[in-house]
């Protein structure tokens, strides 16, 4: 018995752009967004300052020291 194939299905282009040319026009299109530095800089410090906070609290677990210790005497 022979196996009975599905007919090919031809769908026809409904535009006549693709969609490499449609996403280029929409890039060439877009306006850029307005950077507002100081706010930026702000979030910068901040995140800087949150950084070294937990920096400070890592080193300070006891854990943490333990591991240091370990490292420091491995090394020598």
């Keep these: 018995m022979a196996a009975q194939s599905a007919p090919k299905v031809v769908l026809k282009s409904t535009t006549k752009m693709s969609l490499n040319e449609r996403f280029t026009n929409m ?11 100081r706010a930026t800089m702000q979030q910068q410090q901040l995140a800087s300052a949150r950084n070294r906070r937990l920096a400070q609290q890592m080193e300070n677990r ?12 491995a090394a020598w």
């Design 27 to 37: 890039l060439k299109n877009k306006q850029p967004m307005p950077v507002n530095i």
């Design 62 to 73: 006891p854990s943490v020291q333990a591991a240091l210790k370990l490292k420091q005497v």
